[in-house]
């Protein structure tokens, strides 16, 4: 994959995902800023809970953003009419975590890729059934399972379904969340390998959401990691891992073992210790503070933003500031 990228698909601009409840309102998503470029892969890193899937469905628009811009092929997708919007997320598809709960038990392999295909009128007729038959073998799947029900399937080949049908109406952007935490492990690199081909013969960008930094690593060409909502470093992806700059960064690398035990049993694991905060209550400083090994006086007073210190590498930590 190439290092450099130009023409931006996607421009994430202040998005914020906040939702009422009795206690509180609950910010999600706390001001979130990125862009993708046409062929990039934008990975999204972070603890379950952070805001990650929270953020793809407010850029769909499945759940409506609370405040900010979400850009497509330069085209304003948050103040969008139904109308456009239905004709926009042909352009942005999402692949779902849980690959059977994502398919309509009830229907067949070929009735489940063949929906977006007759919903955006992008093919009738049999050319609908050959469009099928063509995905499925694009995915790696024999054409001669469009007659089957999901149960019959494992969960990597259900996974493969689901792709299929985001490809089928031909995106340029796809949103993939956590794709293969609910696959096995030896199935994972599978599917992995799937997107990589997949990205190289129609030129697709990608969102990839996961808590798995070594997935991550393997198929992203830049890293976003979050943090209770918001974004606290950004960087290409094999600078990240050889040189973080925020200590929560650290963290989440030192957890990832590394197929080498003499450089594993010299390793030393970064332990997070004290409470996260609510996203309920607001928060005064940095919100890695109560965590936070290197914290100091002015982190309990003043929130970072997100800077950049290196070409191409921000983070939002008081320790580089100066």
Known sequence: MSPSFQNPVLEVRGLKMHF???KGVVKAVDGVDFTIAAGETLGLVGESGCGKSTTARGITRLI???????????????????????????????????????????MTVLDIIAEPIRNFRIARGQEVRERVRNLLQTVGLDADFEK???????????????VARALAVEPILLLADEPVSALDVSIQAQVVNLFEDLQEQFGLAYLFISHDLSVVRHVSDRIAVMYLGRIVEIAPAQRL??????????ALLSAVPIPDPVIETKRKRIMLS?????????????????????????????????KEYRPGHSASCHLHED
């Open 148 to 162: 089957r029900y999901p149960h019959e399937f494992s969960g990597g080949q259900r996974q493969r379904i689901g």
């Open 274 to 306: 004290g409470d996260v905060p609510s996203p309920v209550d607001e928060i005064q400083g940095c919100p890695f503070r109560t965590r936070c090994a290197q914290a100091f006086e002015r982190c309990e007073v003043e929130a970072p933003v997100l």
């Open 20 to 22: 009422r409840t009795p």
């Open 241 to 250: 891992y050889a040189e973080p700059l925020h200590p929560y960064t650290e």
């Open 64 to 106: 409506t953003p609370t405040a900010g811009t979400v850009i497509l092929e330069g085209r304003e997708v948050t103040g969008m009419s139904t109308a456009d919007l239905r004709a926009t997320r042909q352009r942005m598809q999402m692949v779902f975590q849980d690959p059977y709960a994502s398919l309509d038990p009830r």
